[in-house]
């Protein structure tokens, strides 16, 4: 037995082992959990590395649990009995994107958490997620996927509430999880109704099997619904302003991966699962419809935020406009290469996002640490004595806007490219938002850090400036040489979903 | 028959649930509506599992065709997961109970801006 054939399910059973044994360690003594975490930490990201780096060279892995050999596929013709995890290049590199933003959230929270405020709790709470992140995008199972999915919802309210001694994290918390459980429940029903059918949860088998019945439709209706929510699109993006900003900073960060798991989720279900029967313009339209409406609506609402946790999150919301708007095209591409680039538009739009939205968000915690506030009215010359976070946040802005050189610009570029042909419409929307962005990030920029100095502000500990230079590392990494990124990452990613799903179907049930 | 009248009942929980769940004011009363609806969802696996004059499917029943276990296997992880939810926001129920002194959603919301 080798590690190597084990790396799925310890990538997904390491950091959950970690989150339970996490407290235990703790009440011996503070180093031993610090180890322990940055152990586990360690340990993950090697995983999901290796994994990646194992799928990106061979093809995709299916790991049966239970059986015999976990390399065991179904014989041709045979049923799927046992759960699988499947991991593709979309897979790995969601895995890629989870990893990347878990690390800076713990690096980042040995030094923000505070002792006598549940710090070992938080932790534990952040393995769970981050597990639950990891399987979401690795299991090759519905059912499997929903457990993944309510795992991940548990972990974030409890992670959004965090700060129980205040009213309006506990409001936040609530409205989240009462959003999250009702999103469940129709991935729930989703679930019920496709093993009705085909008395199956396997993702792979399902799909062979899907014919477009009404059924099937109801189910996708369902998963759509369900996923969406989830992921904070318009119309129920409401939950996510209030957890994004009363969430502590580095789990606010784990909360955007967390979207996105979703939106992966529903990559996997339009592609995949649906992908042998997705004729309908319909879909692609819908979801189009709700990326171009959600990036209107989020950076229109960022312009009137007063609160920078706010603001920063409908920055975040916003972002989730383009990945469905990327996405979204290639539902609709009628022509192979331009659904392709909008698909890879689509996909870097994630990785990117997760990095720059991560920063901003860092950056703000390290503010509201400092200044004790997050009213941008009473906020002002922080930049005198937070150098580094001042300059960590102007480069977040400028990424998130997309400017080049920066990575943001790199996708952005690939999604006006595939909606030009579609409708310059949608690239005049798409490109309006990345322009009040700019507006709206300069000003919280100028406001916060810019101007005479107003109070003596605590810099920011060395943990916190490791954390944020990670990212902003691969934001400029990713906009300098943004070719070596598609080329390696994003393309075998986005080929997997756009025309893998053979591929993912033979690894699963054989030849 | 029992199938379908299962699943009908499934349906109208869910229904009444959500309903519950959108028209209250009060948390607790969104959260009972949650509740049920949840309930009719795991109703509904276990219907999808039926098989007319299927017995339990439990070794040693007797002839004829068992009952899909899986199903049941499923909302035994469901109920779970809901009661794990439920608890959750109920918590933060009681936070707010005690940050607040109050369980209707508007004045919750208008508590926020103070």
Sequence with gaps: MSLGTHLPILAIAVPLLGAFALPIFAKVHKRLRDMWAAAVGAFTCAMVIALAVQVLSTGVVVYT????????????????????????GMSAFMGLISALVGLASLIYAFQFLKEDQGKPLAMTLFFLLWAGMLGMEYTGDMFNFFVFLEITSIAACALIGYRTWESRPAEAAFKTMALYTVGGLLVLLAVAILYGQYG?????????????????????????????????????HMWAPDAYGEAPAQAAMVLVANTQASLYGLWRVLFTLFGGVLAAPAVGWLVVSLGTLTLLVAVLMAVLQRDLGRLIAYGAVSQIGYMLLGVGLVALASRPDFGLVAMQGGIFHMMNDAATVGLLMLAAGVVRRAAGTKDLTALGGLGHDLKWTGG????????????????GFASKLLIYESSFRLSPLLTAVAVLGSILLLAVFARAFQGVFL??????????????????????????????????????LVTPAARALWEGRDLYLAAVLGG | MEGQVALLLAVSLLVLGLGTLLSRRNVIWKLLGLNVASGGAALFLVAVGHRPQAVPPILGWGPGPAADPLPQALILTAIVIHFATLALSLVYVIFLTEHLHTQDVPKLERGEDE
Aim: aromatic share 6%.
């Design chain 1, 65 to 88: 649990l239970g059986a015999t050999s976990p390399a065991q596929t179904v014989a041709p013709g045979g049923f799927p009995i046992r759960i699988t995890l499947t991991v593709d």
């Design chain 1, 392 to 407: 960590f946040f102007f480069l977040g802005a400028l990424a998130l806007a997309g400017i080049p050189p920066f990575n």
């Design chain 1, 451 to 488: 101007g005479p100095k107003m109070r003596e502000a605590e810099p920011a500990p060395v943990g916190m400036l490791v954390a944020m230079g990670i990212l902003a590392a691969v934001i400029l990494a990713m906009g300098l040489a943004p070719g070596f990124f598609v080329e390696h």
């Design chain 1, 200 to 236: 199956a949860l396997n993702i792979a088998y399902l799909s062979s099997k899907i014919g477009g019945s009404q059924l099937d439709k109801i189910a996708l209706g369902l998963l759509l619904g369900g996923l969406l929510m989830k992921a904070g699109a318009v119309p129920a």
